[in-house]
């Protein structure tokens, strides 16, 4: 999924929850102003119906109406509108007022005081009715008005809920925006800072200036810089210790080639050739130890490589080799194998294999033992190598796996210090774990890969395979 300007979207949600709660507040806003003001109308007409009660009186059994002149002055006296009123006895009998005033249907059951809109002169009113009994008659009390204060309430209402709004959706647009840039500016200074950032001069974001919401990102960006610090400094070491380790045996090959030019004696001659042949011998395995842990990092191979290998037949075909090199060192070399897989890359994997054999053989002393082992354990494959040779010190356990780094107790023996390295290498990118332990004999080393098995369908278990090997 891709993903645009950050300011913009966050702009337009804002923007757009603003607009739906705008358009939710205009009719509540328009309610609450609108009614109370036609509330207030309504009991003015109410109270007005009620001041005509008083002048109709019952004498000798008829009702006689008597409303002072002045008194009907000031009841249709207003501003805005026409007011009128209307007086019935029982039986809807007309007493007083204006005729033909609209009366509530139907009026006969009329118990209660009743506010209703009704026609009048062609002109929309808005009526009281008031029932009321004397000496136990029923009579009906009514005033009505035009409505043109009403509508012109509801125009200014209108009017002054829209200003209102649109001043309140003005000063809101500037917020949004305004608050969308305050609140990407540490992004912004992140961007600035990154962007003059050289790769020779990796330096931390400073998390106290960021909001607690981008601080998480901030910490693991630093973090990912100090890993990148690190392998750049990793990076120049092993090119350092590898233009070294290069240097000296072509040095050698160089002076050998020199003095055989002038060389006479045939003895010293074939002497000069052999020394040259090991050099070049010593540099060959450099660089290819050196090729193997550059297709051990990631993607230092393709992943179109990967497939499910069978750890035992791995070791089965590298065999071979390993025996070659034990043979001169009376070393018994024996293999006990059950059928595990894992899944990767089978040239890295041998490759892996075969520098740990290798260390084993190479490090223990003329007539050990070395074993090695391919097992599966719950959902992990596991591979040992075992030897009973002078081991590694518990101190120096970690250190070994580093590039070029070579033990001192150790240094009389010929190596490149990359064999270790390579293999952790492989080892991570299988996602598995590596690590070195003391055999249970309490002498030599045991070194221990762990790999997850591949989560398909676990291939049954071949018999234990021991292959062994003893030079005699």
């Given at each position: 999924m891709q993903y645009g300007s950050l300011r913009k979207a966050l702009i337009k949600r804002l923007s757009?929850?603003?607009g739906l709660s705008l358009l939710l507040l205009i009719p509540l806003l328009y309610f609450l102003v609108q009614r109370p003001a036609v509330k207030a109308y309504d009991i003015d007409l109410s109270d007005?119906?009620?001041s005509l009660i008083p002048s109709l009186q019952i004498v000798n059994g008829k009702a006689q109406f008597t409303f002072p002149q002045a008194a009907e002055d000031i009841l249709r006296t207003d501003s805005h509108d026409n007011i009128y009123y209307l007086v019935l006895g029982p039986g809807e009998q007309f007493i007083a007022g204006d005729q033909g005033l609209p009366l509530p249907d139907p009026a006969h059951k009329l118990t209660k005081p009743l506010l209703y809109n009704a026609v009048y002169l062609d002109h929309d009113v808005r009526v009281s009715a008031i029932p009321h009994n004397i000496d136990g008659q029923q009579f009906i009390f009514l005033t009505a008005e035009t409505t043109k204060k009403r509508q012109l309430l509801a125009f200014n209402t209108t009017i002054a809920t829209i200003v209102s709004l649109l001043v309140l959706i003005i000063v809101?647009?500037?917020n949004v925006w305004y608050s969308t840039n305050q609140a990407l500016v540490p992004l912004d200074k992140i961007r600035k800072a990154l962007h003059g950032m050289q790769h020779h001069n990796l330096e931390a974001l400073d998390e106290n200036l960021v909001p607690t919401e981008i601080k998480p990102l901030v910490q693991e960006f630093n973090s990912l810089l100090q890993r990148l610090d690190a392998s750049a400094e990793g990076q120049q070491r092993f090119v350092a210790n590898a233009a070294h380790q290069l240097r000296t045996p072509l040095a050698g090959v160089q002076t050998q080639l020199e003095l055989l030019r002038d060389e006479t004696n045939s003895q010293i001659h074939e002497q000069r050739i052999t020394q040259s042949i090991h050099a070049i011998e010593r540099l060959a395995h450099l660089v290819h130890q050196m090729l193997a842990l550059l297709s051990s990092v990631p993607g230092g191979?393709?992943?179109s490589v990967q497939t499910l290998v069978n750890i035992s037949d791995v070791i089965r075909e590298r065999s071979t080799e390993w025996v070659h090199l034990a043979t001169p060192r009376m070393v018994d070399l024996g293999f006990e194998l059950e059928t595990v897989h894992v899944y990767g890359d089978s040239l890295l994997i041998g490759e892996m294999i075969a520098n740990l054999v290798d260390n084993a053989l190479r490090y223990s002393p003329i007539g050990s033992i070395v074993t090695v082992r391919?097992?599966?354990?719950?959902?992990?494959?596991?591979?040992?190598?075992?030897d009973n040779g002078p081991g590694i010190p518990t101190k120096e356990r970690e250190l070994v796996f580093e590039r070029f780094y070579r033990s001192a107790a150790f240094a009389a023996i010929s190596g490149s210090g990359l064999g270790l390295a390579i293999a952790r290498e492989v080892v991570y990118g299988l996602n598995g774990s590596i690590r070195i332990e003391t055999p249970s004999s309490g002498k030599g080393c045991l070194i221990v890969v762990e790999c997850p098995?591949?989560?398909?369908?676990?291939?049954?278990m071949e018999h234990t395979d021991i292959l062994a090997t003893q030079a005699v």
């Open positions: 757009l929850t603003l007005a119906t009620r809101s647009t500037i191979r393709e992943t391919c097992r599966q354990q719950d959902a992990l494959s596991i591979i040992e190598v075992e098995a591949p989560a398909t369908k676990q291939i049954p």
